[in-house]
């Protein structure tokens, strides 16, 4: 009988890259009215790029003013110098804009290969969205995308150093990197029982388990440190500029606006401390099921380890930016990376795929000049409902996956070596690994 046949390992890569230069040459268009008219043009075309609109607020004129100790910026550090950065690249809006989307579509490409490279994973969900051509060049968000991918593949490897550092970089650019901490954290935290002789070997790696965790965490604080640090000391009021207006927000469109839809309800939508609390609580919900599932699954084998840590890093993630006051539409990326992660099932990528350029193109029809807004914030408001069914789909898949992962690991006693991968448990019985 013959092999099925594989598809050609650079094929995802091609795609990927179709994707991007559609978005590179949809968006470009919009460099021949940089300023003021910008985000007129951008909303009315629906090919609006934060590239090309905070630029022209700040560079386009001529000036570079370095971020945080003369420009505000809502954003990290990281966030904040590929902002800054292009602009001394000769050639004006186009060259500005070509540049920065050189280096996200560099971000994207190196995610896909990271995935490829991490075992279950399904790069495909990242390589053949068409949200790489709307949104991959709309913010940075591939850029921290990229650091979170690389540090669950750190992890897995077993290189606990790496992945703190690349966690560090990644909440330097967004805070959706930290979602690796939980359950990778919980997983080196697992407790072993083992059941034989060999015991003291067992607690060997337990003690390597922990002082793995011990220095992933310092190498994740050093390395925040040594990006974050010197900003916050030079421009105090500048660094913490993001965090204070983050906190300050109100619900923007997210599913929290249907509050506004409700006379009693709607000064709720307006309040950010009330809207902090309930999404600092639903994201904590999730934190604590992704670490205890990670630690239930941890009891296992290395792969139920390792599967655990995917799964538990993609729930944090959808679940975050599912219920967050907050939404931008590329946030729809970070859905792809997750589902990427988790190997969610082809109809839930083909929904998300769906999803992704109608919350684009309603959004920016409901903020373009045409005098209908009236219209289509009906029709924006049920399209939040849908999307949001949609990250609740996925939310829900992945959290039955873990929850399996988990009741499998309490249904079986412990293996030897507090799951450990085989070979290694094979090396230490003294058995042959088959």
Excluded at 146 to 169: I, N, Q, S, Y
Excluded at 202 to 221: E, I, N, Y
Aim: hydrophobic letters at 55%; a positive charge.
């Amino acid at each position: 009988m013959p092999a099925p046949r594989t598809l050609p390992r650079w094929l995802p890569y091609a795609v990927a890259a179709l994707w991007l230069a559609v978005g590179w040459a949809f968006l470009v268009r919009g460099a021949a009215h940089p300023g003021v008219a910008y985000r007129h043009w951008a909303f009315d075309h629906h090919a609006y790029s934060d590239l090309l609109a905070m630029a022209g607020d700040r560079y386009f004129r001529g000036g570079r003013p370095i971020p945080y100790l003369q420009d505000r910026i809502e954003y990290p550090p990281l966030l904040a110098l590929a902002l800054w950065l292009p602009s001394f690249v000769p050639g004006g809006p186009v060259a500005y804009f070509t540049v920065g989307y050189l280096f996200l579509a560099a971000c994207g490409l190196a995610g896909i290969a990271l995935l490829a490279r991490i075992a279950g994973a399904r790069p495909w969900w990242l390589a053949g969205t068409p949200a790489l051509a709307y949104y991959g060049g709309l913010n940075w968000d591939l850029f921290p995308i990229a650091l979170l991918l690389a540090a669950a593949l750190a992890f897995e490897r077993a290189r606990p150093v790496t992945a703190g550092t690349l966690v560090a970089l990644g909440v330097s650019a967004k805070l959706w990197p930290v979602a690796l901490v939980p359950p990778a954290a919980a997983t080196l935290l697992r407790p072993w029982h083992p059941r034989s002789a060999h015991e003291p070997r067992v607690r060997d790696g337990r003690r390597r388990d922990l002082a793995g965790l011990g220095r992933g965490a310092g190498a994740a604080a050093v390395t925040f440190l040594i990006v974050n640090m010197p900003i916050a000391l030079l421009a105090p009021r500048g660094w913490t500029w993001f965090w204070r207006f983050n906190a300050g927000r109100g619900a923007e469109n997210s599913i929290w606006e249907l509050l506004r839809h409700s006379p009693h309800l709607r000064r709720l939508a307006f309040d950010a401390a009330f809207l902090n609390a309930v999404t600092l609580g639903l994201l904590a919900a999730a934190v604590a099921f992704s670490a205890w599932a990670a630690y239930q699954a941890a009891a296992r084998d290395g792969s139920a380890r390792t599967r655990a840590v995917r799964l538990g890093t993609a729930l944090v993630v959808v679940c975050w930016i599912a219920t967050s006051k907050v939404w931008s539409p590329q946030y729809a990326l970070w859905a792809f990376a997750a589902g990427a992660l988790a190997a969610a099932p082809g109809w839930l990528f083909a929904v998300h795929a769906l999803l992704a350029p109608l919350d684009y193109h309603v959004a920016f029809e409901t903020r373009a000049s045409r005098g209908l807004i009236h219209y289509f914030d009906a029709v924006y408001t049920a399209e939040e409902v849908l999307r949001s069914v949609g990250y609740l789909l996925l939310a829900a898949w992945i959290a039955r996956e873990l929850w399996r992962l988990a009741r499998g690991a309490a249904g079986n006693p412990v293996p030897l070596g507090g799951g450990r991968a085989p070979a290694l448990q094979a090396r230490e019985t003294g058995k042959r690994q088959p």
